[in-house]
């Protein structure tokens, strides 16, 4: 749990029950299950994610596209814009 930025309020009771802890990044309460923290450990390597949402927002800022960069690499691939965008708040009709 420390190697994964959780800091245990309590003591340890089971793999599947919810263990209060103090999120390292943001300092907030938490509830995570020792199960869902192992997972991630294992699926992406010990690192100090902290919560769900520290993992989420780490995630997002490793994705996100700088705006030059997308105009050049739309200009590279020769690509037309149809019109402005519209964003439709609903996806129903």
Known sequence: MLRNGCRPKSAFSSVKAEWPCICERRKA????TYDSIARA????????????????????EKFRLD?????????QAHIKQWGPHVRRLSTRL
């Open 29 to 32: 309460d938490i509830v995570p």
């Open 41 to 60: 450990a294992q699926q992406h390597g010990d690192a100090p994610r902290g919560c769900r949402d520290c993992a989420d927002r780490a995630r997002v």
């Open 67 to 75: 705006e030059a960069e997308l105009a050049k690499t739309i200009a």
